[in-house]
């Protein structure tokens, strides 16, 4: 149990707290429901503790670094048969939230529960978020832990500017994400979620070393 629930429940007035708590979730319920029915495929946006949160298009960069992963991610899981990947458009659904991650991973198990006209998606197993100005917040604090507390087993940030990859996975003691290590164009980062996919960071930001990435991947099998 958490310190602050402790905190709360230490306290005369946990019942009063937990019904205004309560009373609140119910209302972002009925606010994520509107959003639901106002957001279409045109639309790029979240819902995020009780707000939509709209995005402006991103710089070329930031689309770069996530289609040239998204191709090699993509063609690396086809390849094998380890499941799916799905990028930019696919809205997960979590307890409280719903993301449309920059590229998502989903293994084998989950994969075989996705349908032809699936809408909304369950936690994946991995998932990128490349950083932008509007949206680093985010991607550092509310995502960073939501993805943990939903299991997401392995999250990589990536810094189109830096040009680099934070790379985390879920910590067994406190359940939280860890840093696993962050990676420049020099270094080579492997996937633990994804068996056997070994990439040159280059090749997120490099279209000729993405080509001779994506060579050397469908060679491997």
């Given at each position: ?6 905190q ?19 209302e ?12 279409d ?10 707000e939509v ?25 086809n390849?094998?048969?380890?499941g799916y990947?799905r990028?930019e ?15 998502c ?19 994946p ?5 490349v ?11 509310t ?35 860890a ?9 080579t980062i ?8 070994s ?11 993405n ?11």
């Open positions: 149990m958490s310190e602050l629930l402790l709360i429940l230490d306290t005369p007035q946990a019942p009063l707290i937990l019904q205004k708590v309560q009373a609140i979730l119910d972002e319920r009925q606010k994520r429901h509107a959003f639901y029915e106002w957001l495929e045109d639309k790029k946006a979240e819902f995020i503790n009780g949160v709209v995005h402006s298009p991103a710089l070329d960069r930031h689309n770069s670094a996530m289609l040239l992963l998204a191709t090699l991610l993509n063609v690396y899981v390849d094998r048969q380890l990947v990028a458009k696919a809205l997960v659904e979590l307890t409280r939230n719903s993301y449309e991650p920059d590229i991973y989903f293994g084998a198990d989950k994969a075989a529960q996705i349908v032809p006209d699936q809408l909304y998606y369950p936690a197993d991995f998932v990128v978020e950083l932008s100005k509007s949206t680093e917040k985010i991607d550092r604090e995502k960073f832990a939501d993805y943990a507390a939903h299991g997401v087993a392995e999250y990589w940030i990536i810094d189109p500017l830096r040009r680099t990859v934070e790379q985390y996975e879920i910590d067994a003691d406190t359940l939280e994400y840093l696993m290590g962050s990676f420049g164009v020099k270094e492997n996937s633990f979620s994804i068996s056997g996919f990439i040159p960071v280059r090749a997120i930001f490099d279209e000729s070393v080509i001779l990435t994506l060579r050397t991947l469908l060679k491997s099998n």
